[in-house]
């Protein structure tokens, strides 16, 4: 097998095609026969960079602990999103105190707030602000919506757009150029015309633009990059936009986009990750997932089940599985 056609295999040709239609249709807008074959290929060939580079860059995980890196898919449990009411509670001290006498546990969330499916929410709503504790999946949900972007007709996105997912953190100055970062993103996988391409996208509403981390912008620049970000929403704001937050550094700062919680992981999800972590043939002849969730159903492994509700504390549990 050719190392081209073993790419397109591991990619998906349909994926492929979708995207480059896309680009095609965003850019050019004209059919199949106006379009010379050299620029066809062109396109076909930055939309596989594309997706291929995306999937690289923000397709795997790796946790301490583990060898290698894993599959960001292999590993992903469904996220569940929980309302702006369930905010109000981390408002004050005496709303956190009041949380935690009710629950008599551990963690601060309620588990009686409505949740939902976090893929539903992005197909509804087009700007969203994605908020919790550390660790709990934020940046995670991000990524994987922009993989199911990239699936087309395969995923569970159902609006079609290019994803882009921009790490807040790097905003080291407090000026940036939105636009300019995505120009750079499409010119490095090799678009044809990234700067026409880029503006036609934003004018047609043609991109998920994925905003992570905005608790990570220094503190200097948090105003001015708060302003530019809500600046490039209004001038662009037939696309669609996810950005995420820690609950502790957000104050309403987005007024188009929609607030929700990130949920902890109820017994459903934590059965789920920990199938989803020990997937090898000889954890199955073992059984080491159903020996793992057995043992945190024991009353003296509580604290280990509440800890396994947050996926970055997920490695306390995988060491405590170790043995087994």
């Not at 309620?110 to 504790?133: I, K």
């Amino acid at each position: 097998m050719f190392p081209q056609m073993a790419l397109l295999e591991t990619i998906g040709l349909e994926a492929v095609k979708k995207l480059a239609g896309l680009i095609l249709t965003t850019a050019w807008g004209m059919g199949d026969a106006n379009i010379d074959k050299p620029l066809k290929q062109a396109i076909f060939n930055a939309s596989k960079q594309y997706i291929k580079n995306y999937r690289d860059r923000h397709g795997i995980l790796k946790v301490l602990g583990m060898a290698k890196p894993v599959s960001l898919e292999s590993v992903y449990t469904t996220a569940q999103l929980l309302d702006a009411s369930a905010l109000k509670h981390f408002e004050t001290i005496e709303g956190l105190q009041e949380l935690f006498r009710e629950g008599n546990k551990r963690r601060f969330q309620r588990h009686d707030t409505s949740r939902r499916p976090g893929v539903e929410l992005t197909n509804t709503e087009r700007y969203l602000m994605v908020l919790g504790g550390p660790g709990v999946g934020k940046s995670t949900f991000l990524r994987k919506m922009g993989l199911e972007a990239l699936k087309g007709n395969q995923g569970d996105l159902q609006h079609q757009c290019i994803p882009v997912f921009l790490e807040l953190k790097r905003f080291d100055g407090d000026e940036i150029n939105i636009r300019q970062l995505l120009i750079d993103e499409f010119q490095t996988n090799g678009f044809p015309e990234p700067e026409r391409f880029t503006d036609n996208a934003l004018k047609k509403g043609r991109l998920l633009i994925l905003l992570d981390g905005l608790d990570e912008v220094l503190t200097q620049n948090l105003t001015q990059v708060i302003r530019q970000i809500q600046d490039f929403v209004d001038q662009y704001s037939k696309n669609r936009f996810i950005a995420s937050c820690r609950i502790a550094a957000y104050h309403g700062y987005f007024k188009r986009f929609t607030d929700v919680v990130i949920a902890d992981f109820d017994d459903a999800q934590i059965e789920q990750f920990i199938h989803n972590w020990f997937p090898s043939e000889l954890d199955q002849q073992t059984n080491t997932a159903e020996k793992c969730w057995e043992l945190l159903q024991r009353p003296e492994n509580q604290a280990a089940k509440e800890l396994a509700q947050t996926p970055l504390l997920f490695r306390s549990v995988y060491s405590f599985a170790g043995g087994l």
